[in-house]
């Protein structure tokens, strides 16, 4: 009897040491995050007057995220600010889209010699040169203006800031494909890599990242890709978790973002639940040229549609090859339905007649689904914003979708 009740005790103690331990990790995990957060609600800061911060585009419910990631080779200050006197090109561009609804990321990067017209600017340029002569506002309208695409926030960092993170991790493992050496006496770079699978520090993965090479820009945008993914990959292991309050002092400190600290911390969860697998990343495809003695970057404008298609706007054109539509014209106004029929057969749907509504004074556009599959009616919600949705049973109805273009239509 006395050696059961001694069995009793050692459990009870066994369960209460467990109980305290539990509870002990979890105060433990709530201070870190406390302090991590702290540090974001403290550090953060942004270039952008109040005016300009108001003027940026704010995402809309259900609509993916959309953050304009520069990479700049210069000091960023405390308050986010880079020395004026200092005309930084970008180094990098990068979009980041996310789902919030759905928790997935994609990555598109831009070549910095691509040729674009750059807002308020005369003539061609390479899309570096947008932060030379208006700093992040300008680069996030250059963006926008190539791809046709919101851009929500930016985010400015700097090389410093980038293998001091590096650092504080401990390192980053990546397969170096060959040796690599360049040295450039004006730029301060010095690059000198043997080939194999090592653990870069934080200067070692600064050169593995803007190292060119032969493929030059397109090849050092791939290595950032693969680089990416494996940093992702080792920001999401559970030992990083110790050293967050320091990794997040360490970024505000090189970073200038037009995000608000909640807003960032949403964010970053989308990349903590992520896997180097799941973050999908691609870049704007086409050929280098020499125009007027100068090498840029010549984006091939199809591809890099359907890319911006399939990556921010979510369009699965395989997928809308099974959603049948018909389209008719509501207004007074010639061919209407015509081009939103083209344009929805561009993005892969099944538009099955075309052709005019019973009268042509319908004031509201009708989007009536004769079912209630919330995959197709987001699929089409992808494409077009504008219209009412009704529902209508109709089983003799051979579509998807009836689409009454009324006189509010935006396109």
Same mark, same amino acid.
Request: proline content about 3%.
């Given at each position: 009897m006395g050696n059961r009740r001694r069995k009793v005790r050692k459990k009870k103690s066994f369960f209460r040491k467990?109980? @305290?331990f539990i509870a002990l990790a979890l105060v433990v995990v709530m201070v870190i995050f406390g302090a991590s957060i702290f540090n974001f609600y403290t550090g953060l800061r942004s @270039?952008?007057?109040t005016t300009e911060r108001e003027d940026m585009l704010k995402p809309s419910p259900g609509e993916q995220v959309n953050i304009l990631i520069l990479g700049v080779d210069v000091p960023i200050d405390g308050q986010g600010n880079v020395n004026p006197n200092i005309k930084s090109r970008t180094d990098t561009m990068m979009v980041a889209s996310l789902d919030l609804d759905e928790g997935k990321a994609a990555v598109l990067s831009i070549p910095r010699d691509t040729r674009v017209e750059i807002p308020d600017r005369s003539s061609f340029h390479r899309i570096n040169s947008a932060h030379v002569y208006g700093g992040p506002v300008l680069a996030v309208k250059a963006v926008e203006n190539f791809i046709d695409v919101p851009i929500h926030y930016y985010l400015r960092t700097n090389i410093e800031g980038f293998s001091s993170i590096v650092d504080i991790l401990g390192g980053v493992k990546i397969d170096v494909e060959k040796d690599m050496h360049y040295v450039d006496i004006y730029q301060d770079l010095y690059i000198d890599l043997k080939a194999g699978e090592q653990v870069l520090d934080g200067e070692e993965a600064m050169q593995y990242v803007r190292y060119r090479g032969q493929g030059g820009d397109i090849s050092r945008i791939d290595r950032q890709q693969v680089f990416l993914k494996a940093l992702a990959d080792k920001v999401i292991r559970p030992g990083t978790l110790l050293k967050l309050p320091r990794l997040s002092g360490e970024i505000v400190k090189h970073i200038d973002t037009n995000?608000?600290?909640?807003?960032?911390?949403?964010?970053a969860r989308i990349f903590l639940n992520a896997t180097a697998d799941t973050i999908e990343m691609e870049t704007v495809p086409g050929s280098p040229r020499m125009i007027g003695g100068?090498?840029?970057?010549?984006?091939d404008m199809e591809k890099t549609r359907d890319i911006v298609d399939r990556l921010i706007w979510g369009i699965d054109k395989e997928k809308n090859a099974a959603i049948q539509i018909e389209v008719f014209n509501g207004t007074q106004e010639?061919?209407?339905?015509? @081009?939103?029929g083209g344009m929805l057969k561009g993005k892969g749907f099944q538009v099955v007649d075309i052709g005019n509504a019973d009268n042509h004074h319908y004031q509201e556009t009708k989007i009536i689904a004769?079912?209630?599959?919330?995959?197709?009616?987001?699929?089409?919600g992808r494409v077009l914003s504008d219209g009412k949705l009704l529902y209508e049973d109709n089983k003799d109805k051979k579509v998807d979708f009836t689409i009454i273009v009324g006189k509010d239509f935006t396109g």
């Amino acid at each position: 009897m006395g050696n059961r009740r001694r069995k009793v005790r050692k459990k009870k103690s066994f369960f209460r040491k467990f109980v @305290s331990f539990i509870a002990l990790a979890l105060v433990v995990v709530m201070v870190i995050f406390g302090a991590s957060i702290f540090n974001f609600y403290t550090g953060l800061r942004s @270039s952008l007057t109040t005016t300009e911060r108001e003027d940026m585009l704010k995402p809309s419910p259900g609509e993916q995220v959309n953050i304009l990631i520069l990479g700049v080779d210069v000091p960023i200050d405390g308050q986010g600010n880079v020395n004026p006197n200092i005309k930084s090109r970008t180094d990098t561009m990068m979009v980041a889209s996310l789902d919030l609804d759905e928790g997935k990321a994609a990555v598109l990067s831009i070549p910095r010699d691509t040729r674009v017209e750059i807002p308020d600017r005369s003539s061609f340029h390479r899309i570096n040169s947008a932060h030379v002569y208006g700093g992040p506002v300008l680069a996030v309208k250059a963006v926008e203006n190539f791809i046709d695409v919101p851009i929500h926030y930016y985010l400015r960092t700097n090389i410093e800031g980038f293998s001091s993170i590096v650092d504080i991790l401990g390192g980053v493992k990546i397969d170096v494909e060959k040796d690599m050496h360049y040295v450039d006496i004006y730029q301060d770079l010095y690059i000198d890599l043997k080939a194999g699978e090592q653990v870069l520090d934080g200067e070692e993965a600064m050169q593995y990242v803007r190292y060119r090479g032969q493929g030059g820009d397109i090849s050092r945008i791939d290595r950032q890709q693969v680089f990416l993914k494996a940093l992702a990959d080792k920001v999401i292991r559970p030992g990083t978790l110790l050293k967050l309050p320091r990794l997040s002092g360490e970024i505000v400190k090189h970073i200038d973002t037009n995000m608000r600290p909640m807003e960032m911390m949403k964010i970053a969860r989308i990349f903590l639940n992520a896997t180097a697998d799941t973050i999908e990343m691609e870049t704007v495809p086409g050929s280098p040229r020499m125009i007027g003695g100068a090498s840029y970057w010549i984006a091939d404008m199809e591809k890099t549609r359907d890319i911006v298609d399939r990556l921010i706007w979510g369009i699965d054109k395989e997928k809308n090859a099974a959603i049948q539509i018909e389209v008719f014209n509501g207004t007074q106004e010639p061919g209407l339905a015509n @081009s939103i029929g083209g344009m929805l057969k561009g993005k892969g749907f099944q538009v099955v007649d075309i052709g005019n509504a019973d009268n042509h004074h319908y004031q509201e556009t009708k989007i009536i689904a004769y079912h209630r599959n919330q995959e197709k009616i987001k699929a089409l919600g992808r494409v077009l914003s504008d219209g009412k949705l009704l529902y209508e049973d109709n089983k003799d109805k051979k579509v998807d979708f009836t689409i009454i273009v009324g006189k509010d239509f935006t396109g």
